[in-house]
């Protein structure tokens, strides 16, 4: 399959385009759209399409021979699961995240109402997820500890500053006050956070304060690298927190 650039499948979106405006007219739709628009969209169909047949067509093996039938479909099962696995940890990371922040800001929120000692430490924690945002946090994967409990085993992100222990405290805050913060959805699991953890795979966020880098992991970058991380020239105190 040549790309919709190609003359022949130049005059093929052409016909069906012309072929959608015409049924456009005679029955009469609802919605009428320019020809800019329709083309736009036959493309990128187009396009996806292309890119599931080709990835449908046999590969060279390390043997350096195509693939057979099977072992195409085993690779494209292969495909197909570690896709679904990195949608499901983006899920759960962008779940966990929205459920930090309800939490923390909850938080802060109640202490600053009753005025107890440690807002200030709360008030910090929060500013330190709002900065790292979403994609500053860990993907995590399953796991069962004492062939019971099901927990959840945390990525380890190399270029981020160790808040590990700062987590950890929203994490216990979630799961001793969730039917209050957070009282939809189903019960928090435990989130187990350990040197032995996967690494993840994951760039670093760009645009970040120097202080939510790990110190050694930027000492060891390249000028270039360090320049293309496009590092953020405002301070983040860091702040030692002792919560009540």
């Known amino acids: ?100 922040t309800v939490v923390i800001k ?11 000692d440690d807002v200030d430490a709360w008030k910090w924690l929060k500013d330190l997820i709002t900065s790292l945002g979403e994609h500053g946090m860990s993907s995590e994967e399953s796991g069962v500890k004492n062939k019971v409990e099901v927990v959840l085993r945390v990525k380890n992100l190399p270029w981020r500053h160790s808040i590990e222990r700062e987590l950890d405290l929203i994490d216990l805050q979630q799961l001793l006050n969730g039917d209050i913060f957070a009282p939809q959805g189903a019960r928090p699991l435990q989130r187990i956070r350990a040197p032995g953890n996967p690494a993840s795979a994951r760039p670093a966020v760009k645009g970040l304060p120097i202080a939510l880098y790990d110190r050694l992991w930027i000492a060891e970058l390249s000028q270039w690298k360090l320049e293309a991380l496009h590092i953020a020239d405002v301070p983040f105190p860091w702040m030692k927190i002792a919560i009540s």
């Not at 909850?106 to 107890?116: C, D, P, R, S, T």
């Open 1 to 100: 399959m040549h790309s919709p650039s190609s003359l022949w499948n130049g005059a093929i979106i052409d016909s069906v385009l012309q072929e959608l405006q015409t049924r456009c007219r005679d029955e009469n739709w609802p919605i009428h759209w320019s020809d800019t628009y329709l083309r736009a969209l036959i493309v990128d169909r187009y396009t996806r399409l292309r890119t599931m047949w080709r990835k449908t067509q046999p590969k060279l093996t390390e043997k350096g021979t195509l693939e057979t039938p099977a072992e195409t479909e085993t690779r494209l099962v292969a495909e197909r699961e570690t896709m679904l696995k990195a949608n499901h940890q983006t899920t759960r990371r962008r779940n966990k995240y929205y459920w930090q």
């Open 106 to 116: 909850n938080l802060v929120k109640l202490k600053m109402e009753e005025k107890e």
